[in-house]
């Protein structure tokens, strides 16, 4: 029987999970500080996540056949919708009766299929709120089926594009 060292102090485990289907494409535009916006365009966002716990008697932190179907609903949840930042104090929107909801900011005004939308609790549809999004509603989600001690830390990224996105960490 081979001799395993003892654990060392300071010791961490993660699993990182990075798989190319791991993604979303959403239409948005972004409010910035001075009121001006962009214009109504798309990204294909990339999703990737690290959680850090403890080594089970196993091996695992956890089994990675659990945590990706977790992430992949949670892209699927936003895949081809336009995100609206339902928080946002100047922005406002309406489902209207006829299946359509109409978004209105400052003087410019939007009408999509309802069911084409989705209203974010957020405050601006950033890379860094979609990734608070992803993470707060993973952790939820992992607690809620695993447990609240399984997680430590987790680290989610949304890229908007190479090089480029927003990141959430919690723990």
């Given at each position: 029987?081979?001799?395993?060292?003892?654990?060392?102090?300071?010791?961490?485990?993660?699993?990182l999970i990075e798989k190319e289907y791991l993604k979303f494409?959403?239409?948005?535009?972004?409010?910035?500080?001075?009121?001006?916006?962009?214009?109504?365009?798309?990204?294909?966002?990339?999703?990737?996540?690290?959680?850090?716990?403890e080594l089970s008697d196993r091996g695992l932190v956890i089994?990675?056949?659990?945590?990706?179907?977790?992430?992949?609903?949670?892209?699927?949840?936003?895949?081809?919708?336009?995100?609206?930042?339902?928080?946002?104090?100047?922005?406002?929107?309406?489902?209207?009766?006829?299946?359509?909801?109409?978004?209105?900011?400052?003087?410019?005004?939007?009408?999509?299929?309802?069911?084409?939308?989705?209203?974010?609790?957020?405050?601006?549809?950033?890379?860094?709120?979609?990734?608070?999004?992803?993470?707060?509603?993973?952790?939820?989600?992992?607690?809620?089926?695993?447990?609240?001690?399984?997680?430590?830390?987790?680290?989610?990224?949304?890229?908007?594009?190479?090089?480029?996105?927003?990141?959430?960490?919690?723990?």
């Amino acid at each position: 029987m081979q001799h395993v060292p003892p654990s060392l102090p300071g010791e961490a485990w993660s699993i990182l999970i990075e798989k190319e289907y791991l993604k979303f494409s959403c239409a948005h535009f972004l409010i910035f500080p001075d009121g001006s916006k962009e214009r109504l365009h798309g990204h294909n966002y990339q999703v990737t996540c690290d959680i850090d716990g403890e080594l089970s008697d196993r091996g695992l932190v956890i089994d990675f056949k659990l945590v990706k179907p977790v992430i992949r609903a949670l892209c699927d949840r936003l895949d081809e919708h336009w995100l609206i930042p339902g928080q946002h104090h100047e922005l406002t929107w309406r489902h209207r009766d006829d299946g359509h909801t109409e978004v209105t900011y400052r003087d410019c005004r939007y009408l999509a299929p309802t069911d084409e939308v989705i209203v974010m609790p957020i405050n601006n549809t950033s890379a860094e709120n979609l990734a608070a999004w992803v993470g707060r509603t993973l952790i939820a989600e992992l607690r809620e089926r695993f447990g609240t001690a399984l997680v430590r830390r987790l680290r989610v990224t949304v890229a908007e594009t190479s090089g480029q996105a927003g990141v959430y960490t919690v723990g």
